[in-house]
């Protein structure tokens, strides 16, 4: 009986998909233009404009853990222009209120001053789920005579005179290009000048209007070198479609939920590249994102399968250097974190064992847990994940009381007892704890055994910042970076309905809960829990700091129009550089009677344990050694650390 409840549920959610699917494909298919799409927006009262203004108020006052970091370091006070903003409401009526519009640009701009892609005002329907685009893709290159702008990626079906991939812009609405990207740059909420620049460049063509205003002109003209060298220029409209869903209710009451470190600004942005370029890997996740699949399938021919085709793209890559794997992770905004690791687990095994490079450019996060259950596949070092910490205000510790018992599945009770005691010990922050179980963290073990490089860029945020600094923090391998810093974004961020629920959840709701319903849809995000390092950084903030590279490559012409390829060589020199180890373990099990062969490469000692209990340590030359273990029981667990110079370079774990 289950069997046939479980199909019959399956296809049905195959159904649906396909219809969500379909639907999203002839909404992307249709694009309505800019004016057209505004002549729908406007329709806030100015009641419903002071609640979301007090809501904010709140929310930064009492929720917001980067407020007093983002008031030195940017020397700005987005308190004081809330208020004044509201106290000016209370002179304006219907009749006098300002444009929409402005409102909603006010908002932005008060949120986007405090350089946080977590701290957000999510404009209301019509622009909740919409993207203002145009049907082209810019990216940015290196020479020796600078830097270039180069048309990357073109809509299917549109053209221009000598235009595609490979024409060099040099101008924007009659700006010199790489200044109207620094001006573009200045308006968004990029923690450094490298990521800045980059959320810049990205919102000259694209913005999901949930979180950026819709652009002020309703056409750009775009001057540019041809194909064939000639000068054009060409005037494109803004138009606006529909965007993909997102994977996660980030206002449900889930562990995924309070789990999250996501960038919604390039979470959006991704997206909507998959609805305007990628409608292939559309069609095979059926219109979710970042889905699961039943079967493995391949993208590009160079592909190896995936379950996750939105999240992964693993392939073989050849350099001069060597054959290695390159395994691009786009996203780790997914539901079920250990999944996401078992398939990162099952492509990188299916890849070259000499070398693997992991590539995390323009992911901006997703579930704190994916991100960190990941790194232990690649060290045999303990991971420890990186804590975080509230800012202590009453209504935080109102939440934390409500869920230290964890009555509703999101455990706060780490933290309560250090705010509970803030008031007497004057403590700005909660005690550190991570959000990411350390079981979780280290159950599986080191699955990869050869070198491993960190591509980052500057659009690298939250989880992927997370997941950066773990990798550098436990010195997993070398980090090679396109900017020479991550995103810089450290925390865990919750929106106002998620906040709203923990103080109704479980029932009976908080009659004084300060959290009002928000109109129209619109919403609001904070960052609510920081960062903090381990090991030698540890205490240290990622929030502003990010992860900087051990090396840099600029990326090439080549690079953007031939699938990396320089870049790739940059790592491949850095993989080669690096040591190779091998540790092979095999085990068979004779009655009571464990034996072990160790073969081993760049090791020379190995320890064994049994159920964590310490059973041997041998030194190892280049011959293969057999152990016996007397007294075994089937289905123990073996454990192999292998050292190099006294230092734990290898681990391996097995099943009696």
């Known amino acids: 009986m289950s069997e046939q409840r479980k199909?019959?549920?399956?296809?049905?959610?195959?159904?649906?998909?396909?219809?969500?699917?379909?639907?999203?494909?002839?909404?992307?298919?249709?694009?309505?233009?800019?004016?057209?799409?505004?002549?729908?927006?406007?329709n806030l009262t100015l009641g419903q404009r002071k609640l979301l203004v007090d809501q904010a108020l709140l929310m930064l006052e009492q929720n917001y853990v980067h407020l007093p970091l983002k008031a030195a370091m940017h020397a700005v006070n987005p308190l004081q222009r809330l208020r004044v903003m509201r106290a000016r409401m209370e002179r304006q009526t219907a009749e006098t209120m300002e444009a929409e519009w402005i409102f909603h640009r006010q908002m932005s701009s008060i949120l986007h001053s405090v350089r946080d892609l977590h701290t957000n005002y999510l404009l209301p329907v019509p622009f909740a789920g919409k993207i203002a685009f145009l049907p082209f893709m810019i990216e940015k290159c290196f020479d020796l005579t600078g830097e270039h702008y180069l048309v990357t990626r073109t809509v299917a079906g549109y053209t221009a005179p000598q235009f595609g991939a490979g024409a060099e812009v040099t101008h924007w609405n009659g700006t010199p290009i790489a200044r109207a990207v620094a001006l573009n740059g200045a308006q968004f909420a990029g923690s450094n000048d490298a990521a800045n620049l980059a959320r810049g460049l990205e919102s000259l063509t694209l913005r999901p209007l949930v979180i950026q205003s819709p652009p002020d002109?309703?056409?750009?003209?775009?001057?540019?070198?041809?194909?064939?060298?000639?000068?054009?220029?060409?005037?494109?409209?803004?138009?606006?479609?529909?965007?993909?869903?997102?994977?996660?209710?980030?206002?449900?009451?889930?562990?995924?939920?309070?789990?999250?470190?996501?960038?919604?600004?390039?979470?959006?942005?991704?997206?909507?590249?998959?609805?305007?370029?990628?409608?292939?890997?559309?069609?095979?996740?059926?219109?979710?994102?970042?889905?699961?699949?039943?079967?493995?399938?391949?993208?590009?021919?160079?592909?190896?399968?995936?379950?996750?085709?939105?999240?992964?793209?693993?392939?073989?890559?050849?350099?001069?250097?060597?054959?290695?794997?390159?395994?691009?992770?786009?996203?780790?905004?997914?539901?079920?974190?250990?999944?996401?690791?078992?398939?990162?687990?099952?492509?990188?095994?299916?890849?070259?064992?000499?070398?693997?490079?992991?590539?995390?450019?323009?992911?901006?996060?997703?579930?704190?847990?994916?991100?960190?259950?990941?790194?232990?596949?690649?060290?045999?070092?303990?991971?420890?994940?990186?804590?975080v910490q509230f800012i202590s205000t009453p209504i935080n510790l109102r939440i934390c009381r409500r869920h230290k018992d964890n009555p509703a599945g999101i455990d706060l009770g780490p933290w309560f007892d250090s705010l509970d005691l803030a008031t007497e010990t004057g403590a700005a922050y909660s005690a550190a704890k991570p959000i990411t179980p350390e079981d979780g963290a280290n159950d599986l073990g080191q699955t990869y055994y050869g070198p491993v490089v960190l591509i980052t860029d500057a659009r690298c945020y939250s989880a992927t910042d997370i997941f950066a600094a773990g990798f550098a923090d436990h010195e997993i391998g070398m980090i090679l970076g396109v900017d020479d810093n991550t995103g810089a974004g450290g925390a865990n961020v919750w929106t106002h309905g998620l906040l709203a629920t923990l103080l109704n959840e479980p029932p009976p709701p908080d009659p004084t809960s300060p959290y009002e319903a928000l109109p129209n849809g619109a919403n609001l995000r904070v960052a609510i829990r920081r960062t903090l390092r381990v090991g030698e950084l540890s205490g240290t903030p990622v929030e502003d700091l990010g992860v900087r590279p051990d090396a840099t490559h600029k990326l090439t012409r080549a690079d953007l129009l031939s699938g990396n390829v320089d870049l790739l060589e940059a790592a491949g020199g850095l993989l080669a550089a690096m040591p190779r180890r091998r540790l092979a373990v095999s085990t068979s099990l004779a009655g009571t009677t464990l034996r072990v062969r160790l073969q081993v490469d760049g090791i020379d000692r190995v320890d064994l344990y049994l159920d964590d209990r310490p059973i041997s340590s041998e030194d190892l030359t280049a011959a293969p050694l057999d152990i016996d273990i007397l007294d075994v029981a089937a289905g123990q667990r073996l454990r192999a650390d292998g050292y190099a110079g006294g230092e734990l370079v290898g681990s391996r774990r097995l099943l009696t």
């Open 7 to 42: 199909t019959v549920t399956a296809a049905k959610r195959t159904t649906t998909a396909h219809k969500r699917t379909t639907r999203s494909t002839e909404e992307a298919a249709v694009a309505t233009p800019l004016p057209q799409f505004l002549q729908s927006a406007g």
């Open 217 to 387: 002109e309703e056409w750009v003209t775009l001057s540019y070198v041809g194909l064939d060298g000639s000068k054009q220029e060409l005037r494109e409209q803004w138009k606006v479609t529909t965007n993909l869903p997102p994977m996660t209710d980030l206002d449900a009451l889930t562990e995924a939920s309070a789990s999250m470190g996501l960038d919604l600004d390039s979470d959006e942005k991704s997206r909507a590249r998959k609805v305007l370029y990628l409608q292939d890997v559309v069609a095979l996740e059926s219109g979710q994102s970042s889905a699961e699949l039943r079967a493995p399938v391949a993208v590009g021919q160079a592909d190896l399968p995936t379950t996750m085709p939105g999240v992964f793209r693993a392939r073989e890559v050849v350099t001069s250097h060597g054959t290695f794997g390159h395994l691009r992770i786009f996203t780790f905004s997914v539901t079920d974190p250990v999944a996401f690791r078992n398939e990162f687990v099952r492509l990188a095994a299916a890849l070259p064992q000499d070398g693997l490079i992991v590539d995390v450019r323009d992911n901006g996060g997703g579930h704190i847990y994916a991100s960190e259950f990941t790194l232990q596949t690649m060290t045999p070092r303990h991971i420890s994940p990186e804590p």
